[in-house]
């Protein structure tokens, strides 16, 4: 089952604070890494502390992405 993402203004925002390089392999690495289990831990995806920040966290190279999922009808992964 695919998830949907979505990104929500903040996450905007922050996207285009990086340069075009890192805007494309953080789009790549969140497309490949949470479409299909993002809540299944790797070695570069964790469930955080609790914070009210996000329940997770993607770890791609220096940055991070924090993601909330939510499994409603249509299941979709916010970051």
Same mark, same amino acid.
């Given at each position: 089952m695919?998830y949907?993402?979505?990104f929500?203004a903040?996450a905007?925002k922050? &996207?285009?604070?990086?340069?075009?390089?890192?805007?494309?392999? =953080?789009?790549? #690495? $969140?497309?490949? #890494? &949470? =479409?299909h #289990? %993002?809540? $299944?831990?790797?070695?570069?995806?964790? %469930?955080?502390?609790?914070?009210? &920040?996000? %329940?997770?966290?993607?770890? *791609?190279?220096? *940055?991070? $992405?924090?993601?909330? =999922? =939510?499994?409603?009808?249509? %299941?979709? $992964?916010?970051i």
């Amino acid at each position: 089952m695919a998830y949907r993402l979505v990104f929500t203004a903040r996450a905007k925002k922050n &996207l285009r604070a990086l340069t075009a390089r890192q805007r494309a392999t =953080v789009m790549d #690495q $969140v497309e490949r #890494q &949470l =479409v299909h #289990q %993002p809540t $299944v831990p790797t070695r570069n995806r964790k %469930p955080m502390e609790p914070n009210l &920040l996000a %329940p997770w966290e993607l770890r *791609i190279g220096d *940055i991070r $992405v924090y993601y909330e =999922v =939510v499994e409603e009808e249509e %299941p979709c $992964v916010f970051i």
